[in-house]
């Protein structure tokens, strides 16, 4: 392709000097990170599963406290999981959290350290190709190339390049043309780091301000004028959105709660019991239904809590919230764990985001 070889022979001539560029502005504009100067392996690691669709400012108190418990892999190994998950509650995607337990135990069981190269940390539970890298790069100081979102963006706008950067293709040949690249550069981990910085400070998704950019003088989007242009993306799917009932049984002071499996999604999180409404069906009979499924209970609704949004990454939901009473036994057969708490100890679970609305919806109604 045109854009391709032309870049390329720009490269070839001046690849020193917009890397070199790249390395002094970085120095001088990063932003502070906790992870950033330590050294250690381990930092790189956590703060990594961190930040995955999460912002760095979000990060941050997280990673503190997290360091605080758990202040090595060691002790994050030997960690029960639930402690893991309360520590990350908030922080959504809770996958990565358990992935990041097995990865720890699984560490320990080989030695206790984490590997220095990129194909020995892709054997790992839980990291792919980008957190590979990331912890080679910046951890080992290793010569590959970090390729996040900000990394995509930036060289497709250097490049000027049309492609689809959501294409896996895509992906693995700007991966490539940057291990190269970086097989010369003075600072590996600053040179990684001054990218994914760039993009989220200079060259951002909907803005590019190109008067401050250290490598300017070798974008193809910035002479001539397209920046915003790139990169470019293929249509976004619309997400679905399930209305979904839960009841919040009380009896003898406690509400009960189960602790969804660990295949399913938010695996390991406690939550109420409820689903997705059927066609035809009202909310009300919703939670009668579903509570008798997952629990074998009887309830009558009591009163309406309200109702509360939320929005995963592949779909939302509508969440009605019912207080329930028992109708019956109160014998629970669930083949999930279960447990009767009082709502002052709710704060000693972990739970799905959408759950802490309904508290506050609680809250509000001065029931907690």
């Known amino acids: ?32 990170m906790p992870w950033r100067w330590t050294g250690d392996p381990y930092d790189v690691l956590v703060s990594e599963f961190m930040l995955q669709q999460t912002q760095v400012a979000t990060v941050i108190p997280y990673f503190h406290r997290w360091k605080h418990v758990f202040p090595d892999i060691g002790s994050l190994a030997r960690a029960d999981e639930s402690e893991v998950l309360k520590l990350w509650e908030g922080l959504g995607y809770y996958s990565r959290a358990r992935r990041l337990h097995e990865c720890a135990k699984t560490v320990v069981a080989s030695g206790g350290e984490l590997p220095g190269d990129y194909e020995s940390l892709l054997r790992l539970p839980g990291i792919g190709s980008y957190t590979a890298a990331a912890i080679a790069s910046l951890g080992f100081g290793q010569r590959v190339a970090v390729v996040d979102g900000n990394v ?3 060289r497709a706008r250097m490049l000027a390049d049309p492609s689809d950067i959501k294409g896996s293709e895509v992906k693995k040949r700007y991966f490539e043309e940057l291990n190269e690249l970086i097989q010369d550069v003075s600072d590996v981990s600053s040179f990684n780091q001054g990218m994914m910085e760039l993009g989220a400070l200079i060259c951002r998704p909907r803005e590019a301000i190109c008067v401050e950019c250290p ?19 293929s249509a976004k799917v619309s997400r679905p959105c399930y209305d979904v009932s839960v009841g919040l049984i ?33 909310h009300e009979s919703c939670v009668v239904r579903e509570v008798l499924e997952e629990t074998g209970l009887e309830v009558d609704i009591v009163r309406k809590v309200g109702v509360v949004k939320h929005a995963y990454s592949h779909f ?27 709502a002052k100890d709710f704060g000693k679970y972990a739970f799905p985001k959408a759950n802490h609305k309904v508290f506050e919806l609680l809250k509000q109604q001065g029931v907690i």
Not at 219 to 233: D, F, I, M, N
Not at 259 to 264: F, I, K, L, V
Request: net charge neutral; proline share 4%; aromatic share 12%.
């Open 1 to 32: 392709m045109t854009f391709m070889l032309i870049m390329s022979k720009n490269d070839n001539n001046a690849s020193m000097n917009w890397q070199e560029s790249l390395i002094r502005w970085f120095s001088g504009n990063h932003r502070e």
């Open 215 to 233: 490598v300017r003088q070798w974008c193809l989007g910035y002479s001539s004028g397209t920046a915003l242009e790139y990169p470019r993306k």
């Open 152 to 154: 995509l963006r930036v």
């Open 316 to 342: 939302g939901i509508e969440m009605h919230a019912y207080v329930c009473a028992l109708h019956g036994s109160s014998e629970v057969v669930c083949e999930r764990p279960w447990a009767w708490v009082e």
């Open 250 to 282: 009380f009896h003898d002071g406690k509400y009960l709660i189960l602790r969804r499996s660990p295949e399913q999604m938010l695996g390991g999180l406690w939550e109420f019991p409820g689903g997705k409404v059927e066609p035809g069906e009202t």
